[in-house]
């Protein structure tokens, strides 16, 4: 007999809870991030946050047997993936510094529904007319949110949004990766291509500030949670059902408010909330109708081998 932690059912359940985790890890990052940037600049935090990462990535990257650097690294999907990850790691850390932490959060919740019109677009995937509308009532709830040209509205919201951009960006093209380059490998370098930008950041912001004990832990909090983050979503996927565990997803706009509300005495108002439902909603169905294509796609397989 099996072990039941090998049953599909066992597997998903766990895989949810590693996704579930994951996202309170992602949002304790973001709080640690927006606590730190109250002493030190966008910058510095950057550069700090992601020296750390490239440090524990490389060093696991080593233990594993593959290489830190390779020529693979110059391939096209490679180059747009860490392209697409300086873009949104960059916009969304200097949003999270100069906008309320949920409201960021529940911008982020785009980031599927861009991928699924990316994949369209770009990867030439086939999207019904379900799934784009379900895009196009997402997309209006990210315009409720930022509020472009009403008194609600701030600047750095475009700035979360131009994240969910480089984010999704980086989404697609790691879809084009080829295998033979490990997860950690790329995690490695996406921490080494950010670090360039992010010094320049520091400097443009008025360079290298003193720190208290303070703030260093914050920082070093931000590292653990953000690579512990990492490794738990990363799990969640692999033993998991994508389109089980998916909506799932959306527990970290939860984590956010709950944080934004404790540490920052955040308190969202009605179009941030309606915004919010209407993103959740339509990625949620989203996620939804392409389980039941997939399943139409299996059963039409299935009859052609009968």
Request: proline share 4%; hydrophobic share 55%; net charge positive.
């Amino acid at each position: 007999m099996g072990s039941i932690a090998t049953t599909p059912v066992t597997r998903n359940i766990t895989a949810i809870a590693m996704m579930i985790l994951s996202m309170g890890l992602f949002a304790l990052d973001d709080s640690f991030i927006k606590l730190a940037a109250q002493e030190i600049n966008v910058g510095q935090v950057i550069l700090l946050q992601t020296l750390i990462a490239a440090v524990v990535f490389a060093a696991l990257t080593r233990l594993s047997g593959d290489p830190i650097w390779t020529r693979a690294y110059f391939a096209r999907p490679i180059v747009v993936r860490n392209a697409g990850e300086v873009l949104g790691v960059v916009c969304f850390v200097t949003a999270l510094a100069l906008m309320p932490l949920s409201t960021a959060s529940a911008i982020l919740q785009a980031q599927p529904l861009v991928v699924t019109l990316g994949a369209a677009l770009f990867l030439g995937e086939k999207v019904g007319w379900r799934r784009w509308s379900a895009v196009m009532i997402g997309f209006f709830g990210v315009i409720i949110i930022v509020r472009p040209g009403m008194a609600g509205f701030t600047p750095a919201a475009l700035l979360a949004v131009a994240a969910v951009v480089g984010l999704a960006m980086r989404d697609l093209a790691t879809r084009r990766v080829e295998t033979g380059v490990s997860t950690m490998q790329l995690s490695t370098l996406a921490s080494l291509v950010i670090l360039p930008p992010a010094f320049i950041m520091m400097i443009a912001y008025g360079g290298w500030s003193p720190m208290s004990t303070t703030t260093m832990l914050y920082v070093l909090g931000a590292a653990t949670a953000g690579m512990m983050a990492y490794y738990a979503i990363t799990l969640s996927l692999r033993i998991g059902e994508l389109s089980v565990i998916a909506p799932f997803r959306y527990s970290r706009l939860l984590f956010a408010l709950i944080l934004g509300f404790v540490l920052f005495d955040e308190r969202p108002d009605i179009p941030m909330m309606i915004g919010s439902a209407l993103i959740i909603g339509t990625g949620i169905y989203a996620f939804y109708r392409e389980r039941v294509r997939a399943r139409i796609a299996a059963g039409a397989v299935i009859e052609g081998q009968n």
